[in-house]
């Protein structure tokens, strides 16, 4: 079965940092592709930042380049957004997803990945 356990969401002032943390499991770390994905209330979900584990290809999202980064550490089968300079308007609920199929750049378009995550909250305080 696989299982997707996000982690390291909370809140925050306005500068500052947080890392989440999702641990896979029930697959092979191979030739997939994970993402993180938000979700504001009344918005819709959107792409974050998301790595290919084939070619360690990277994807950000306009809104969070040079401030969040995405890592993998396939010993452990877990990725890390590790956020910086966190802004209010980074306020959502934040969501690792798996993408079963993925070879090459990883998608940033949720309905391309088949599992999720349950979120974790991060409250960024202005």
């Known amino acids: 079965e696989v299982q997707l356990v996000e982690s390291g969401g909370g809140l925050v002032q306005a500068g500052g940092s947080l890392r989440l943390s999702c641990a896979a499991s029930?697959?092979?770390?191979?030739?997939?592709?994970i993402g993180w994905f938000r979700q504001a209330p009344g918005k819709e979900r959107e792409g974050v930042s998301c790595?290919?584990?084939?070619?360690?290809?990277?994807y950000y999202a306009d809104s969070v380049k040079g401030r969040f980064t995405i890592s993998s550490d396939n010993a452990k089968n877990t990725v890390y957004l590790q956020m910086n300079s966190l802004k209010p308007e980074d306020t959502a609920v934040y969501y690792c997803?798996?993408?079963?199929?993925?070879?090459?750049?990883?998608?940033?378009?949720?309905?391309?990945?088949?599992?999720w995550g349950q979120g974790t909250q991060v409250t960024v305080s202005s």
């Open positions: 997803a798996a993408d079963l199929l993925r070879v090459g750049p990883p998608s940033s378009r949720p309905y391309e990945y088949d599992y």
């Open positions: 029930g697959f092979t770390f191979d030739d997939y592709a």
């Open positions: 790595i290919s584990s084939s070619d360690g290809s990277t």
